[in-house]
């Protein structure tokens, strides 16, 4: 029998760049979740009888969620829910379920790389029947419903077991608990030439992955270890658990120092990858060499053509407006449209829909394709192996030749994490107001020739994103982007994106650090970093 619970409000379920994201501590309030699950499922039309995908990171909450889900799902009138075993679905792997078995859609469970357990973090992201995150039009009329919800339904039924594979009726409902890994592998098999990659493993190429007890232990296990041969132990952190192993699920040299020491050692594997908390960002490592998740995007889209999924060709190019203009030279030189779009995943959707865009890529450790709706992790490391396995160079081989063909944009983000909401937010507001005056003013050897504030008119449904970081352009072709993340639970982090272009027949092996150093002096001088956050050094840098 349907249960109508009386709630209130929670003023701040407003989704950020993916999803809602607090602590854990914030969604174990009385009918928190329910307040913003009830509000997903009021703004959503004609779900009756349908399908809902739910499946997560497996980080703490994440059963308990799962049962909430089910028991409001049932109660909403959905038809079936799928649910991964164990509750564990990677970010890419649910795309994908919502798109094969032609699901309504999906809520995903997850925080992405912000650290689990009682006393960090959680999350609960919709995504559409497309397999992409909610556009800003329904997450935006999400916050609305919860800002006047007064009650949620839901059903009494005991909890499902979510360890076993097969079907459970729930107050008529049918609840599937399915394979989380099988139809991706199946999918990643069809994109890649996996006898071409067993057979430069069984060769003796080594990688190594760590999957930082997240979700994508299970799928690498799997497809790297299983199906493609490589030795038992090439997947570290292997086993999803609650609270990460204590780490931040987050594949960056902070958080995957281990792996980078492991590259940058004496006897280092010849490819090093991790993913993050639910799967969808990747991290590239050659033997002695990182390549920036920009690179990466141009990298693949040069040679995405060596793997059968693309051999025909790209339809075109799409990166986030942070993310460096490298793929922009890889897109001019084979022909093709290149998009530019805010921050966050959701934006790519209908690109990759009207047939814009095949590869899209963001500075933040994202790479996909139009085969999901997300970023993909292990599609990104696969890829990789497979141009690595037909072009038979190291990945330091491949870099280099990139960059003498279509010349090198240094690059590096830094991140302050942790500031006071107000002073950052004060920042950002003086260099908007700074904007106009600033072009023709020189800081040491820089010039800005252009200061503005990006906004995105959507080529496909003509909505319009205002507000979406602050940009200073400089005379030779360097730029500076300040942005506010929009992933964060506490405190402000400010975002400072730098890059320098050097053509190919430049210098091409500098340190990155050495590279920037004008443009990081410039950006402390122009936005008074130290001034409005008494940092003078970035939490992060990656
Ligand atoms: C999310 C979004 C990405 C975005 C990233 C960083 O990634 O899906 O599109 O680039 O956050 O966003 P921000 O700079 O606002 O913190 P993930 O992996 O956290 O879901």
Known sequence: MTLTIATTPYIDQKPGTSGLRKKVRVFQQARYAENFVQSVFDVLDDFAGQTLVVGGDGRFLNRDV???VIRMAAANGFGRVLVGLGGILSTPAASNIIRTYAAFGGLIL??????????????????????????????????????????YLTVDILDVDLDRLGETQVAGMVVEVIDPVADYAELMERLFDFDAIRKLIAGGFRLSFDAMHAVTGPYAHDILERRLGAPAGTVTNGTPLPDFGGHHPDPNMVHAHALFDRMFGSDA???????????????ILGRNIFVTPSDSLAALAANAHLAPGYAGGLKGIARSMPTSGAADRVAHALGLPLHETPTGWKFFGNLLDAGMATICGEESAGTGSDHVR??????????????????????????????????????????????ETAAAEQLVSELRAALPALPG??????????????????PVDGSLSRGQGLRLQFEGGARIVFRLSGTGTSGATLRVYLERYEGPDGVLDAETPAALADLIAAADHLAGIPRHTGRTAPTVIT
């Open 66 to 68: 799962i049962q909430t």
């Open 374 to 419: 997300e970023k993909d992790g292990l599609w990104a490391v696969l890829l990789w192996l497979n141009i690595l396995a037909v072009r038979g160079e190291s990945v330091a081989a491949i870099m280099a030749g990139h960059w003498a063909r279509f010349g090198r944009n240094y690059y590096a983000r830094h991140d302050y994490e942790g500031l």
């Open 110 to 151: 997850s925080a992405s790389h912000n650290p689990g357990g009682p006393n960090e973090d959680f999350g609960i992201k919709y995504n559409i029947g497309n397999g992409g995150p909610a556009p800003e039009r329904i997450t935006d009329a999400i916050h609305a419903r919860s800002m006047v919800i007064d009650r």
């Open 441 to 458: 003013r020189t800081t040491g050897s820089l010039t800005v020739a252009g200061a503005d504030e990006f906004e995105y008119l959507d």
């Open 269 to 283: 594997p010849d490819f090093g990858a991790a993913s993050d908390g639910d799967g969808d960002r990747n991290l």
